[in-house]
């Protein structure tokens, strides 16, 4: 790939970029009260619906905490509802934790897991860089600590459980490849700097686009995965590149921006997008023809294999099936990890619709509006 000739808001930590490397992959067989989330309840109502949840659980059942960085992004209101059902099929029962965004929020509420004596906490992290410290005091206190979906830096966490990253940038830039063959200017524009998970994900679409010609011409980031500031970025970017061939999102809700800004400019449909996580709004912008394609992650899996191993845990077990591990900068920590898998228009009913992920009837939804269906 020819050298970048624009990097903006994009700055690589060489700590992420070493825990990246050490990653050998695997294919798994496998606080505040106020801000507390009821697994029931929020079901029912989503992340809006916040109640304080007080255990009413038997001394001897299992006590799981699961602290999320915020409920924004569409797939963690998934991946709670399915660890929240999974675990109670185990006997365990499930604290949740929305931090909104705010890592002292999150810090805050990991210690108030600590102080109901949760015997796991699984942990979306917020900043993967500013936990560490919280996670030790969990470690003091006999609570075992998982690191969900996102690696936390220097904390020596129990278990690693996510998708391979550096996979999901592989599959991003095969798809700009493939639609664009004669080569072309291209935009990154990433999530947040302090999410491990990006830098991953550019190593595998930097590595892939390698003797391609394609060349990426402006790269953003997206500070705490907020999606409205990917609007600005592209603004910024065509008024500098306006013959632009694709763009790299880095997930469908920084691609909803992406595609608003490419309408207004005419350009939905011609410019190549991709994204990942296979949200329905996503799914819907690919039958219709303006996003090319979502890296999708079946976070169903994700979410049922961490509360095996969440409970695992709790009774004391090791998960010495899993032989491969990650490095996040200070330990070695045992990882799962999961394959994410390529959805576009030619397999959506195949992957998505007969996988049971989105109904037939929401993905073609705005299809069959247009048509007068």
Not at 181 to 187: L, M, Q, R, V, Y
Not at 255 to 276: D, N, R
Not at 352 to 361: C, N, R, V
Request: charged letters at 25%.
């Amino acid at each position: 790939m020819k050298r970048e000739r624009r990097h903006r808001r994009f700055g690589l930590l060489p700590l992420a970029a070493a825990a990246a490397a050490a990653i050998s992959l695997l294919l798994c067989g496998c606080g505040s009260e106020g801000k507390s989330v009821n697994g029931a309840s929020a079901a029912a109502g989503g992340p809006e619906e916040e109640t304080t949840y007080e255990s009413e659980s038997e001394p001897d059942q299992i006590g799981i905490g699961l602290s999320v960085d915020s409920f924004i992004i569409e797939r963690w209101v998934r991946d709670r509802d399915v660890f929240v059902a999974a675990a109670k099929d185990l006997g365990a029962e499930v604290n949740v934790q929305d931090a909104g965004g705010d890592v002292e929020e999150q810090i805050s509420q990991i210690r108030y897991l600590i102080e109901k004596q949760m015997d796991v906490i699984v942990i979306v992290a917020r900043d993967c860089d500013s936990l560490a410290g919280v996670i030790e005091e969990a470690h003091a206190a006999g609570v075992k600590v998982i690191s969900y979906d996102r690696l936390i830096y220097h904390a020596g966490t129990d278990l690693y459980i996510s998708f391979d990253n550096t996979q999901v940038g592989v599959l991003m830039a095969e798809a700009l490849k493939e639609a664009i063959p004669d080569g072309g200017e291209i935009f990154m524009i990433q999530g947040s700097p302090d999410d491990n998970n990006i830098y991953m994900v550019k190593e595998g679409f930097d590595k892939t686009l390698e003797g391609s010609g394609l060349e990426v011409v402006y790269s953003a980031a997206c500070e705490g995965w907020v999606a409205e500031a990917a609007a600005d970025y592209v603004e910024e970017a065509l008024a500098q590149y306006p013959d632009v061939k694709g763009i790299m999102c880095g997930n469908d809700d920084i691609a909803s921006q992406v595609i608003s800004v490419l309408a207004q400019h005419q350009l939905a449909g011609k410019v190549i997008v991709t994204g990942q996580d296979g949200d329905i709004s996503a799914c819907q912008r690919i039958v219709e023809g303006t996003q090319y394609m979502t890296a999708f992650k079946a976070v169903e899996d994700e979410a049922r294999e961490a509360a095996v191993y969440a409970v695992k845990l709790a009774k004391g077990e090791k998960p010495d099936e899993l032989t491969e591990t990650v490095n996040d900068g200070t330990y070695e920590v045992p990882m799962c990890v999961l394959m994410p898998q390529m959805v576009n228009r030619e397999n959506m009913d195949d992957v998505i619709i007969a996988g049971g992920y989105h109904s037939e009837e929401d993905v073609y939804l705005n299809v069959r509006n247009s048509m007068g269906k």
